[in-house]
């Protein structure tokens, strides 16, 4: 089983739509959890982290399930602007260790 | 804030060749900087981290005397692949980070042995 597990997808919605992503980790003792988005080619950027109570930045939603272990991003009003790949990132917490763990991202592509 | 450069964007070298790959804190000290790589359609995996003056801790399956990491200084940390081969081919990103947990990262590295 993979550490961290996505969809890859990928998503083809319309401009406008709400999109969910989901994404499974497997080590319990993960302490720290991220949704970065990478473009076509180029480095991953931080989109936002995840806590326990849910976070929201503008469209973008974050939510943690520590008991189920799985984390989403959910996406209102898309703009063609969002389509990219996004990565469930965890940092696993092996102690002296904070290096992150990548899913293998899902693909979202927004068309006109 | 917080930019991270790497040199160069983009290498092809001839296969038995060694690549030295520099990853820069522009503005920020970097306590520990993390390599990691992406090959076509799959995530990013970590092949080693570095603190500043220490050796490198590499992943399993990494070999260290294939990928020589260097942290000499706080802003600074190399990555040199020795005796690339066809198969060494692949995007290298680094990342950079301070005393907390937020990881920058640099822009990658293509890398490219014929």
């Known amino acids: 089983r993979k550490e961290v597990e996505q969809d890859p997808g990928p998503f083809n919605v319309p401009e406008g739509a709400t999109v969910a992503f989901n994404c499974t980790y497997s080590?319990?003792?993960?302490?720290?959890f991220f949704w970065y988005r990478q473009d076509c080619r180029k480095e991953p950027k931080l989109l936002m982290s995840?806590?326990?109570s849910g976070n929201e930045d503008g469209r973008f939603t974050a939510q943690l399930n520590r008991a189920s272990q799985y984390i989403s991003l959910l996406i209102r009003d898309s703009k063609l602007s969002d389509s990219a790949t996004y990565l469930c990132?965890?940092?696993?917490?092996?102690?002296?260790?904070?290096?992150?763990?990548f899913g293998s991202g899902t693909r979202l592509q927004v068309q006109p | 804030g917080a930019v991270v450069s790497q040199h160069p964007s983009r290498v092809i070298c001839k296969s038995g060749t060694s690549v030295k790959i520099e990853c820069r804190s522009l503005?920020?000290?970097?306590?520990?900087m993390f390599w990691y790589r992406q090959f076509p359609k799959q995530s990013l995996m970590l092949m080693a981290t570095?603190?500043?003056?220490?050796?490198?801790?590499?992943e399993q399956g990494v070999e260290k005397d294939k990928f020589l990491i260097n942290h000499a200084s706080l802003t600074l940390s190399t990555l040199t692949v020795t005796s690339a081969h066809p198969e060494d081919s692949s995007f290298y990103i680094c990342?950079?980070?301070?005393?907390?947990?937020?990881?920058?990262f640099g822009p990658g590295t293509r890398l490219l042995v014929l």
């Open positions: 080590n319990s003792a993960s302490q720290s």
């Open positions: 995840v806590y326990s």
């Open positions: 570095s603190n500043e003056g220490s050796k490198a801790t590499y």
């Open positions: 503005d920020f000290q970097a306590t520990t």
């Open positions: 990342s950079a980070s301070s005393l907390g947990e937020t990881q920058y």
């Open positions: 990132v965890v940092n696993m917490g092996d102690t002296g260790r904070r290096a992150l763990t």
